[in-house]
């Protein structure tokens, strides 16, 4: 019965692969009406994908009826390039165009690279199969992922978010993907072009000679066409390159990817050397107080002044205390160079003092690039005789901290283990529970231990769509418009009760205490939410204005007399000596040096910097490129990340007695 069964299916084969044809042709082309029909795709650009799926479907009938059978699988395999990468980029941002002001370019060369998968895969495989289902597979994985990445970061999957896994999974089941007609079309449209590459290509019955020719072809085209992408200057010829205005980048999900992975290698400064190192040189030092206070620095999670966007009104006052709060503080804002997440780069900015301007998008440095000792704000304070911990309410696994806490020297570190007494909000441990055991370490000290106190919450972190948590702020005129946007803000407001708390503990204390607290990055919340504040869309905005989304409010408290000041706008990598500074702390030579870079640009985060006059300006402008003071922070920090043989100690840190270490 089997082999009765296997030779009819030989026999009627041509005909059964027509009839799949026959019949996937026109769910192809359905799902594609379906998704202009839904706005995703435009009646040009449906005509071009059209155009190009019947192209090579006709192109591989006509290879099969000429007898070239078993070269079919060239036009099938184009014709899988196009229907997925298409796809991948439906799922990822829920449109796509081919011919917007900066598209074309950027769509041609990320279909090539697509089409290069592919080539790859066959010269891998040397069997169509294998090479569509594997292609597929990972287009599918890829237009998913950047789907997860834009409605959780705001933002399109970088091939540095592959090291945050680990910290993804960790937080998963906090947040809800929310899938779009667009989503399950496109997939569709992904699996229809699968099967009718697979149908179309046949089974090539190639010789060992011609497989290992056109195995070999493969190869090499797709050879080529990575070494002028990553080699041959290719973008930089065609102006394309990741700057503060990422938005062009969206038109091309695949070519983001592929330019995060060129940018991920630092190369060395221009100018670096011994010599370079050696000249650089701080000209003021850090006034020197008597106190030695305690010193507390708190990161907030996801704690940010929407109202420094634009304006609305609420309910109720959100941060009644913190606004207030005036009496021995210094407060301001910061720029930090995340949003939505990746709350490690705004703990790495602050812990060390080097900023994410010149480390590639997307990259966490806690995953790459910290692999042994580093001094930092830890080692300058405990060099000053204080005992440091660490305290984190969530995993150890988080961002690779229980390592990087290692190279940094931390005292001790406790995570949500060790937490004592522990209540929770939304399946996060509250701000008030988490001060409560910043208290209790405080408590425990032993008499004449100066400690350092450095604390990221965890109660305000997304996602904002908790069905068992009622919100207690509404947006005025707008009332449940944005559920996301008041889940958050209600949040806020307990963030703002347990500061209260914490500070009035603190200012009954007898022995000098300094906090530090600000936020690492605004939440990602309803897009339609922040059109609102901006009053027009993000497509629209100008440097300034999108720079205002990385935008966080900070102060630094004394229970006891410091000058008040408004420190205005500021980026996080200058909290650091601007703490020590209050409180009347020694700094190594690389605080007073950023001290000194701060009052020239006084903002510099990822996306771009601020000059001494105010003026936003790209870090490729020619006044930010030309800085012969950026370009002494360039070198030291490559100094500080890469330069394992000619680190220079003495910069970065203090001996014993707290002065500047010695060579």
Known sequence: MYDGFMNMLKTRKPQIIKKIEYFLFPICLLALAALHALDAIGPYDLAITLAAVLLFGAAAIGLRRAGGERYAFIPALLLAAVVLYVASALMATGSFTWHSDTAALLQVMGLLCTICLFLFLYALTGRLLPTIVSGSAVSLLFGGANCMMMQFRG????????????????????????????????????????????????????????????????????????????????????????????????????????????????????????????????????????????????????????????????????????????????????????FGGSTANSEFELLTGMTMAFIPKGAAPYQSYIKYEKDSLVSVLEAQGYTSAAL?????????????????????????????????????????????????????RNEGERLFLFNITM??????????????????????????????????????????????????????????????????????????????????LSLEEMQRKYLTPFFIWANYDIDEA????????????????????????????????????????????VNASGEHLPLESDEAAESGSLGNYRILQYNYLFDTTGYRKDFFSLDAAGAPASE
Not at 403 to 421: K, L, P, S, T, W
Request: glycine share 8%; proline share 3%; with cysteine.
């Open 155 to 338: 933002r399109l999957f970088l091939v540095g978010d592959l090291s945050a896994l680990r910290t993804a999974v960790n937080v998963a089941g906090t947040y809800s993907l929310d899938i779009s007609a667009a989503f399950v079309l496109a997939a569709l449209l992904s699996l229809v072009g699968c099967l009718l590459a697979i149908s179309l290509g046949g089974k090539p019955d190639l010789g060992k000679k011609e497989r290992l020719v056109t195995r070999g072809a493969a190869l090499a085209c797709a050879g080529i066409y990575t070494m002028a992408v990553f080699y041959g200057g290719i973008f930089e010829t065609n102006g394309i390159r990741l700057t503060w205005n990422e938005n062009d980048f969206e038109e091309s999900p695949v070519l983001y990817f592929v330019e995060s992975i060129r940018s991920m290698n630092v190369d060395q400064p221009e100018g670096y050397s011994k010599e370079a190192l050696a000249a650089i040189s701080a000209e003021s030092a850090l006034p020197v107080g008597g106190k030695k206070p305690h010193v507390i620095a708190i990161m907030n999670e996801a704690f940010s002044d929407l109202r420094r966007i634009g304006d609305f009104e609420t309910n109720v006052e959100i941060t009644p205390f913190i606004d207030g709060l005036t009496e021995n503080t210094v407060r301001g804002a910061v720029y930090s160079s995340v």
């Open 392 to 444: 984190h309410p969530y995993d150890a696994s988080g961002w690779n901290r229980e390592a990087v806490y290692d190279c940094f020297g931390f005292d001790e570190v406790r995570f949500i283990d060790e937490f004592q007494n522990k209540r929770y909000l939304r399946g996060y441990v509250t701000d008030e529970s988490n001060f409560e055991n910043l208290i209790g370490r405080y408590e425990a």
């Open 459 to 540: 109660q305000n972190h997304g996602s904002y769509k908790s069905e068992s948590y009622e919100s207690t702020v509404s947006i005025s005129g707008h009332e449940g418009e944005f559920p996301q946007a008041e889940q958050y803000l209600s949040l806020l407001r307990e963030t703002d009760k347990a500061v209260n708390e914490l500070i009035t503990y603190f200012s009954r204390q007898d022995e000098p205490v300094v906090i530090l607290f600000f936020g690492d990055h605004q939440p990602a919340l309803e897009t339609e939410f922040y059109d609102m504040l901006y009053g027009k869309t993000a497509d629209e």
């Open 566 to 609: 408004d420190a205005g706008l500021t980026s996080i990598n200058y909290l650091s000596p601007m703490l020590l500074r209050a409180a009347g702390l020694e700094g190594s030579d690389f605080e007073a040096f950023l001290l000194d870079l701060q009052a020239q640009w006084p903002v510099l985060n990822a996306y771009g910097c």
